[in-house]
Every structure is written in C-alpha cells, then in structure tokens.
C-alpha cells in the first residue's frame, strides 16, 4: 500500500458510524474533560488548544478572509475529529506496546524525510498534512510516529492497516482503555474503535447547534 494511502488510514475522521458500545461519559462524571482514554484525560482546553493550532495554521496558510471562512466551513467538523485522532493515537500506541512496537526518533527522521522529498520541501510537507489530514505543523513529527507505529504494529500482526486482524488488535486496545468520551462529542464504538455521533437525541441537537458556530 502507498505511503500516502498508508498515512490517510488513520487520519481519515470518516469511519463508517455503527451504535456505539460503550455508554458515553458526562460532565457529572468526569468534570472538563472531553474523553478518557484508561487512566489519562483529555481535557476540553486540550482538545480546545489543539483545534485553535489548526486554525491558526490554516489562517497563516490561507490569509485571504473569504478564502479562510470557505476553509473554515470545508472543516466544519475539527473538533470532533480532532478528538477522534487524539483518541485513535492513544488506542494505537496501547495496541503497539501490547505486541512489542516500538518507534525510534530517527525512524521518525528518516520518514519525515522522505516524505519531504515527495512533496518537494518541509514547507510543502507541513501544508499537505495541514490541508489533507488536518495536522498542525507542530504535530507533524508526533503524528508520523503514529504512522510509523501503525505500520509497524501491522507487519508484527503479519498483516497490513486497511486489514480485519488490524483493526481487531485496536479494537482489543480500545476495550482495555475503556474509552469514554463526553456525549457532546459522541461515543466510542469500540469495535471500529471510532468515535461515532451519539443517539440519544439532545444530544443530536446540541451537536448540530455547535457544528453551525465558529470552531
């Protein structure tokens, strides 16, 4: 499989939305937080923080105002895929150390460097995982471990990333970390480990109210 191709597996925030396995945790439960991944939080300055490094890479990217507000709009939905990523690389990594995996920060090197030959320099690199991914400049070299733990969990399973037995070892890594997230932003189906959009209708609606207002 591609490397690009590879890549945009995990990345794509677009996973095919199944009844959610897990029930959905509240503000009650865990006060600030957007999700729990085992015994981490993700808190919702966090996940706030992250979206706004998005943005502020697409406003220095796209500095015409008309232009940006249809960025903005073609990406609606970052921050509850943003969440869904910062989720995912949590499951992965779990899944990795589970089999063994491990990643190396020249590995990391070595793959960033080829990529920027790929698309012709660092700059047009970062603007490609910016554009397509949703990725940060800052996040690129975290997001390349995942990759690289990706690919590399994948041929330790005799496997590759767009395979069933691939999916089943984060779906097993999903369930041990008892993903929860907040219901304004959906729930975790543990089986496509996913975030999926909740079906509990009040909360359909506060979601569809957020989704019209400025991320």
């Given at each position: 499989?591609?490397?690009?191709?590879?890549?945009?597996?995990?990345?794509?925030?677009?996973?095919?939305?199944?009844?959610?396995?897990?029930?959905?945790?509240?503000?009650?439960?865990?006060?600030?937080?957007?999700?729990?991944?085992?015994d981490q939080r993700i808190t919702v300055a966090q996940l706030e923080h992250r979206v706004d490094e998005v943005r502020e890479a697409q406003r220095a990217a796209?500095?015409?105002?008309?232009?940006?507000?249809?960025?903005?709009?073609?990406?609606?939905?970052?921050?509850?895929?943003?969440?869904?990523?910062?989720?995912?690389?949590?499951?992965l990594h779990r899944a990795a150390e589970d089999a063994g995996v491990s990643v190396t920060r020249k590995e990391v090197g070595e793959m960033r460097?080829?990529?920027?030959?790929?698309?012709?320099?660092?700059?047009?690199?970062?603007?490609?995982?910016?554009?397509?991914?949703?990725?940060?400049?800052?996040?690129?070299?975290?997001?390349?471990?995942?990759?690289?733990?990706?690919?590399?969990?994948?041929?330790?399973?005799?496997?590759?990333?767009?395979?069933?037995?691939?999916?089943?070892?984060?779906?097993?890594?999903?369930?041990?970390?008892?993903?929860?997230?907040?219901?304004?932003?959906?729930?975790?189906?543990?089986?496509?480990?996913?975030?999926?959009?909740?079906?509990?209708?009040?909360?359909?609606?506060?979601?569809?109210?957020?989704?019209?207002?400025?991320?």
């Amino acid at each position: 499989m591609h490397r690009r191709r590879r890549s945009a597996l995990l990345l794509a925030a677009a996973i095919a939305a199944a009844a959610p396995l897990l029930t959905a945790c509240g503000d009650d439960a865990h006060p600030g937080a957007a999700a729990v991944v085992g015994d981490q939080r993700i808190t919702v300055a966090q996940l706030e923080h992250r979206v706004d490094e998005v943005r502020e890479a697409q406003r220095a990217a796209v500095p015409d105002e008309e232009q940006y507000q249809q960025v903005v709009a073609r990406t609606g939905g970052l921050t509850r895929d943003t969440l869904h990523g910062m989720v995912l690389d949590r499951v992965l990594h779990r899944a990795a150390e589970d089999a063994g995996v491990s990643v190396t920060r020249k590995e990391v090197g070595e793959m960033r460097a080829g990529l920027e030959r790929q698309a012709g320099g660092a700059k047009e690199l970062e603007t490609v995982w910016l554009q397509q991914y949703g990725v940060a400049p800052e996040r690129l070299d975290d997001n390349l471990r995942i990759q690289l733990e990706a690919q590399k969990l994948a041929e330790s399973l005799g496997t590759d990333t767009g395979r069933p037995e691939f999916w089943q070892a984060l779906s097993r890594a999903s369930e041990k970390l008892d993903v929860d997230l907040n219901p304004r932003y959906g729930a975790w189906d543990v089986r496509k480990s996913s975030r999926v959009d909740s079906k509990v209708p009040w909360v359909r609606e506060i979601t569809a109210a957020q989704a019209q207002q400025p991320a």
